[in-house]
């Protein structure tokens, strides 16, 4: 996967992914739904224009990438039609990447992966990891394109009755590796793959600390990560009022970018948000901070 991280075979689905190689800092994948019912911006982008203009905006203010969704995956969110799913993204993707944006795609369905990639997207980002569509390992194996590998459990309806670990990074290490070896065996490129944890997804909160926490047992798989905690529940239930009330969403984007700049100096590929600028701010200063802790740690070694 390195070779999507720091350049590789020309394209990588597109000239427009080219803004995702050879960057000094994680890589901004920002959120673009194109739905009424997602959890934190529901219907504010679900028509064509607007989304577009969004997605536009949401570059100009410093994204590397737009991630296009048509159906919510927030905890509970029932399923939409295929062809409702297709009505309100590929118009969307394809306006956006005639424009020059790389996006990505949030699926779960091979047939919608396939129409957006032929749109113009450029990367595949998949919350089932592959699970949802047994198509989709093909797609993207024919596409040779990078795709996002999250770590999840059951569909949105139900996933939180499936929230229950051993040890919470242990298992989600072996569930993305055997993940892994399946899109292997089906064709996909390892080096195009990049795996997220899932942060929310089939978590409880104490879960997804532990996972932040323990980065470093991911990293051990080998392959890019990419994390989105961008207004999540753990962050709202954090930061709770003395009453116990959780912190609003619209008021999560603080803590949002805090640990984004944590997640930039922890090294990660890419951080998923629903902002930009203040997200890009964020993995900036981050990275900084890792490249000056690692010119400090070879100052020690050589003196």
Same mark, same amino acid.
């Given at each position: 996967m390195e070779q999507v991280v720091r350049g590789g075979p020309a394209g990588l689905c597109g000239t427009a992914a080219a803004r995702l190689v050879d960057l000094d800092r994680p890589v901004v994948l920002a959120v673009l739904n194109v739905?009424?019912?997602?959890?934190?911006?529901?219907?504010?982008?679900?028509?064509?224009?607007?989304?577009?203009?969004?997605?536009? !905006? @949401?570059? &100009?203010?410093?994204?590397?990438?737009? #991630? $296009?969704? *048509?159906?919510?995956?927030? +905890? /509970?969110? %029932?399923? =939409?039609?295929?062809?409702?799913?297709?009505?309100?993204?590929?118009?969307?993707?394809?306006?956006?990447?005639?424009?020059?944006?790389?996006?990505?795609?949030?699926?779960?369905?091979?047939?919608?992966?396939?129409? !957006? @990639?032929? &749109?113009?997207?450029?990367?595949?980002? #998949? $919350?089932? *990891?592959?699970?949802?569509? +047994? /198509?989709? %390992?093909? =797609?993207?194996?024919?596409?040779?394109?990078?795709?996002?590998?999250?770590?999840?459990?059951?569909?949105?309806?139900?996933?939180?009755?499936?929230?229950?670990?051993?040890?919470?990074?242990?298992?989600?290490?072996?569930? @993305?590796?055997?993940?892994?070896?399946?899109?292997?065996?089906?064709?996909?490129?390892?080096?195009?793959?990049v795996l997220d944890p899932g942060i929310g997804f089939a978590k409880t909160a104490s879960d997804n600390w532990s996972l932040l926490g323990g980065l470093e047992r991911l990293d051990a798989l080998g392959l890019p990560l990419l994390v989105g905690v961008s207004r999540k529940r753990f962050l709202g239930a954090l930061l709770a009022a003395p009453d116990g009330t959780p912190r609003d969403v619209e008021h999560r984007e603080d803590a949002s970018h805090a640990v984004a700049a944590l997640l930039a100096a922890h090294g990660v590929w890419g951080v998923r948000a629903h902002t930009a600028r203040p997200t890009a701010d964020a993995v900036r200063v981050g990275a900084a901070w890792r490249r000056a802790r690692g010119a400090v740690t070879e100052q020690d070694r050589s003196s």
């Open positions: 739905t009424p019912d997602s959890f934190s911006d529901g219907g504010l982008w679900a028509r064509e224009d607007d989304a577009v203009l969004h997605g536009l !905006a @949401l570059v &100009a203010a410093g994204a590397d990438a737009v #991630d $296009v969704g *048509g159906e919510s995956t927030r +905890p /509970g969110a %029932a399923r =939409v039609p295929e062809h409702e799913e297709l009505r309100r993204v590929v118009p969307v993707v394809r306006r956006l990447a005639a424009d020059g944006v790389p996006v990505s795609i949030d699926t779960t369905r091979a047939a919608v992966a396939a129409a !957006a @990639l032929a &749109a113009g997207a450029v990367v595949v980002n #998949d $919350v089932s *990891g592959g699970t949802a569509d +047994p /198509g989709m %390992a093909r =797609v993207v194996a024919e596409a040779g394109c990078p795709f996002v590998v999250m770590h999840s459990r059951g569909e949105s309806a139900d996933m939180d009755r499936h929230a229950g670990y051993g040890d919470v990074v242990t298992d989600v290490v072996d569930e @993305l590796r055997r993940r892994v070896d399946v899109l292997v065996g089906g064709g996909v490129r390892p080096d195009r793959l």
